[in-house]
Antibody
Framework: EMQLVESGGGLSQPGGSLRLSCAAS????????MHWVRQAPGKGLEWVSR????????TYADSVKGRFTISRDNAKNILYLQMNSLRAEDTGVYYC??????????????WGQGVLVTVSS | DIQMTQSPSSLSASVGDRVTITCRAS??????VNWYQQKSGKAPELLIY???SLQSGVPSRFNGSGSGTDFTLTISSLQPEDFATYYC?????????FGQGTRLEIK
């Protein structure tokens, strides 16, 4: 059974750091692009970052560029998001999502259950 | 950046109704649109990819259409489990953008 399980969330003060993990199982993790998507309380979905299957490409939303770093360990089947210089507006549920490709395009076909990050003093 | 404008933002309907949700892209994105359903407190789930392809296991009452800038998600006969929030998402370029969501409520 395919699973994505996030961990590492919690409470951080503004300016602090957290590292999120997303443990993958049940599929060939090293063959898939992976993304992080977040959702502020009561708000919609916001794309955060992506990483290519071989780690050769990473991309970030402007709102997190320079503060967040996406990485992966294909030997351990884990996706990471290192979050530094946290702000109150980074508060929300963070989801990891798997990409599947089809003819010329792609989609998020599996999502983790999400992990809550709260940034507050 | 591509903007995805979704409408309506909320919608009240009854079981058995036919409902349509619209998403308009700020530029042509061919058929690179996906639709997701999110129930309260849960992760989003894929319904439709490539504008009109039904994800495996999704009931056939869900239908997607459109290309270029205008896209629709139609639910042909609402069931109780369909009351949720729906999001469109473009996969044409980065940054990846979602519509603001449509909350479908029971009338």
């Amino acid at each position: 059974e395919m699973q994505l399980v996030e961990s590492g969330g919690g409470l951080s003060q503004p300016g602090g750091s957290l590292r999120l993990s997303c443990a993958a199982s049940g599929f060939a993790f090293s063959s898939h692009w992976m993304h992080w998507v977040r959702q502020a309380p009561g708000k919609g979905l916001e794309w955060v970052s992506r990483i290519r299957s071989d780690e050769s490409v990473t991309t970030y939303a402007d709102s997190v560029k320079g503060r967040f770093t996406i990485s992966r360990d294909n030997a351990k089947n884990i996706l990471y998001l290192q979050m530094n210089s946290l702000r109150a507006e980074d508060t929300g549920v963070y989801y990891c999502a798997r990409v599947s490709r089809y003819n010329g395009g792609w989609t998020f076909d599996y999502w983790g259950q999400g992990v809550l990050v709260t940034v507050s003093s | 950046d591509i903007q995805m404008t979704q409408s309506p933002s909320s919608l009240s309907a009854s079981v058995g109704d036919r409902v349509t949700i619209t998403c308009r892209a700020s530029q042509s994105i061919s058929g690179y649109v996906n639709w997701y359903q999110q129930k309260s407190g849960k992760a989003p789930e894929l319904l439709i990819y490539a504008a009109s392809s039904l994800q495996s296991g999704v009931p056939s009452r869900f239908n997607g259409s459109g290309s270029g800038t205008d896209f629709t998600l139609t639910i042909s006969s609402l069931q109780p489990e369909d009351f949720a929030t729906y999001y469109c998402q473009e996969s044409y370029s980065t940054p990846i953008t979602f519509g603001q969501g449509t909350r479908l409520e029971i009338k």
